[in-house]
C-alpha cells in the first residue's frame, strides 16, 4: 500500500510550481508551518509561494523571507491566478475553506491536487492526500514530522527550523499547552541542531510590542475584567474606542486571552473584541472545558479543546458579552 507519505512526496516530485496557503488572520503557527514549508521547498529547488487571506501581524514580520508572502487581500485577481495556474496546493493550519474568508472563491478555477496538513479537529476540505492529527502541538510540529517521513528533510535548513520553531513556541505558549508529549520535544531538539538562537526568536515574537500595547493591557486587566467564580469564568471586551486611545495594532491583542487563566480556580477566559463590522472572540481553557463546542454552538466558529476563535457579525460587542453571560450555566458542569 502507498503511504500518505509516498504519495505526498510523488506530488513535490511532479509539481514545480507550489502554492503555500494558510488561514484569514494567521498566527504563528500559520505562518511558521507555512514559511517551515517554502523554505523546505526552496531548497529542493521548487518554486513555493506562500499566499494568505489578510496581514501578516507584526510579531511575525522578521520570519525569514516573511516580506515574500502574497497578501489576498493586496492582489487578490494575482492570487487567484497563482491559484488557478499552480501544481500542487500545501493548506497548513486550518481544517475549512471557510477560514480563507473571501479567498475562498478562488477555489472554484483550482485543479491542481491539494495537500492538508493540520491539527484541528473534524477537517472538511477534500484533500488528495490529509495529514490530520489533532494530538500533535501544532502544525509546525506535524510538517516537522511530515518532512522526515516522506524523505524531504535533507531540504531543512536553519531558516526552515527557525520558523517551525515558531510555530511549536507559539501554538504551545511556550511550551506551557497543547506538549505534553515527549515527541514535541525531540521534533523541537531535532530544529535546535540546525543553529538556530531560540531565544532570540522568543524576544522577536513576544518582547517587541509598543508601550500603547502594554498600557492597553494593564487597563484591561484592571477595569475592564469580569470574573464570575460559580463558572470559574473571567473575560474581558475591548471597544473599537479603546482600542483607538491606545494606538491599537494588528497582533496587539495577541496574548490578552490567556492572562486571566493565571487566576487561581479560573478554568475558562474570553476576550472580546471590537473590530468595524464584527465581534472577535477567543477563548481558552483548561481541563474539560470544551470551548471549541461552546463557540460552535452558541456563536460562530471553531477550534481545539482548550483554544478557539470565532467572529460574530450584527451583534453589538455589549449583546455578545451578555449573550456570554447568559451560555454560562449550560457549562456549570463543566466546571465542577
Ligand atoms: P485565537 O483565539 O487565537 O484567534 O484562535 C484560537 C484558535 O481558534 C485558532 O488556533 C483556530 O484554531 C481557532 N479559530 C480562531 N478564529 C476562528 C474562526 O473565526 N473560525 C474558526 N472556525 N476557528 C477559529
Ligand atoms: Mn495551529
Redesign the pocket.
Known amino acids: 500500500m502507498i503511504t500518505p507519505e509516498k504519495r505526498f512526496s510523488k506530488l513535490i516530485y511532479k509539481a514545480d510550481n507550489i502554492c503555500i496557503i494558510s488561514h484569514?488572520?494567521p498566527?504563528g503557527?500559520a505562518i511558521g508551518s507555512a514559511l517551515g514549508l517554502y523554505h523546505i521547498l526552496k531548497k529542493k529547488k521548487k518554486n513555493p509561494v506562500v499566499i494568505i487571506p489578510n496581514h501578516l501581524p507584526d510579531f511575525l514580520q522578521w520570519m525569514p523571507s516573511a516580506e515574500n508572502i502574497l497578501l489576498y487581500q493586496n492582489n487578490p485577481n494575482e492570487v487567484c491566478k497563482k491559484l488557478a495556474e499552480c501544481n500542487l496546493i500545501i493548506m497548513v493550519d486550518f481544517n475549512?475553506l471557510?477560514?480563507l474568508g473571501k479567498m475562498e472563491n478562488c477555489f472554484e478555477n483550482v485543479t491542481a491536487p491539494i495537500v492538508l496538513i493540520d491539527h484541528?479537529p473534524y477537517p472538511d476540505i477534500k484533500a488528495e492526500v490529509m495529514f490530520s492529527d489533532i494530538r500533535v502541538s501544532s502544525t509546525a510540529e506535524l510538517v516537522y514530522q511530515v518532512t522526515q517521513a516522506s524523505g524531504l528533510i535533507k531540504n531543512i535548513g536553519k531558516e526552515a527550523a527557525a520558523c517551525l520553531f515558531t510555530g511549536i513556541m507559539t501554538d504551545t505558549n511556550s511550551f506551557t499547552v497543547n506538549s505534553s508529549r515527549p515527541i514535541t520535544y525531540k521534533t523541537t531538539a531535532a530544529l535546535l541542531k540546525y543553529g538556530i538562537d531560540k531565544d532570540e526568536i522568543y524576544r522577536n515574537v513576544f518582547n517587541t510590542f509598543s508601550t500603547e500595547r502594554m498600557q492597553l493591557l494593564g487597563y484591561l486587566l484592571s477595569e475592564k475584567m469580569v470574573i464570575i467564580p460559580e463558572y470559574k469564568t473571567a473575560f474581558i471586551s475591548m471597544s473599537l474606542a479603546e482600542a483607538k486611545k491606545y494606538q491599537f495594532k494588528t497582533g496587539d491583542s495577541e496574548g490578552f486571552?490567556n492572562y486571566p487563566l493565571s487566576i487561581k480556580g479560573i478554568i475558562f477566559s474570553a476576550f472580546l473584541m471590537e473590530r468595524k463590522d464584527h465581534i472577535k472572540l477567543?477563548?481558552r481553557s483548561r481541563g474539560n472545558f470544551s470551548v471549541n463546542k461552546l463557540i460552535a454552538q452558541h456563536f460562530s466558529?471553531?477550534?481545539?479543546k482548550n483554544?478557539?476563535?470565532?467572529?460574530v457579525f450584527n451583534m453589538t460587542l455589549e449583546e455578545v458579552s451578555q449573550k456570554l453571560v447568559s451560555v454560562l450555566p449550560i457549562y456549570k458542569e463543566l466546571c465542577d
Open positions: 484569514h488572520n498566527d503557527d475549512s471557510s477560514r484541528h486571552v477567543s477563548f466558529g471553531g477550534g481545539h483554544a478557539a476563535g470565532g467572529e
